[in-house]
């Protein structure tokens, strides 16, 4: 079993910066991604953030949402277990809740809620304007 376990979230005003963790516990696997999603009331589940890893080849890929591309960060340190996100620039729009997962074998594009198999609680963060 994986445990994922979601920090750093908050209030921060529009144009601010934020940095958001995720602490994974449990079973190790040799290739896998890590992803980050945020929900807001009213609307699905969305894909904001994704990085590939490999033991063999290390960080193989990471892919972003259009709409934080340049904007947004995803980051690990593999001797932690810890997966960043770190938001520059924040919109009100970005506010939601956001959700750490994993794929146990990283053989997706990472950008679907259905590829993962473990979820942490989410962590709220909120952009005022």
Do not use: H
Not at 7 to 29: N, W
Not at 36 to 42: E, H, L, N
Not at 78 to 87: C, E, G, I, N, P
């Amino acid at each position: 079993q994986v445990q994922l376990v979601e920090s750093g979230g908050g209030l921060v005003q529009a144009g601010g910066s934020l940095r958001i963790s995720c602490a994974a516990s449990g079973r190790t696997f040799s290739r896998y991604t890590m992803g980050w999603f945020r929900q807001s009331p009213g609307k699905e589940r969305e894909f904001v953030a994704a990085v590939t890893w490999s033991i063999i080849w290390g960080s193989v890929s990471t892919t972003y949402a259009d709409s934080v591309e340049g904007r947004f960060t995803i980051s690990r340190d593999s001797a932690k277990r810890m997966v960043y996100l770190q938001m520059n620039s924040l919109k009100p729009e970005d506010t939601g809740l956001y959700y750490c997962a994993l794929d146990a074998d990283g053989s997706g594009r990472g950008r679907e809620p259905r590829e993962y198999d473990y979820w942490g609680q989410g962590t709220q963060v909120t952009v005022s304007s």
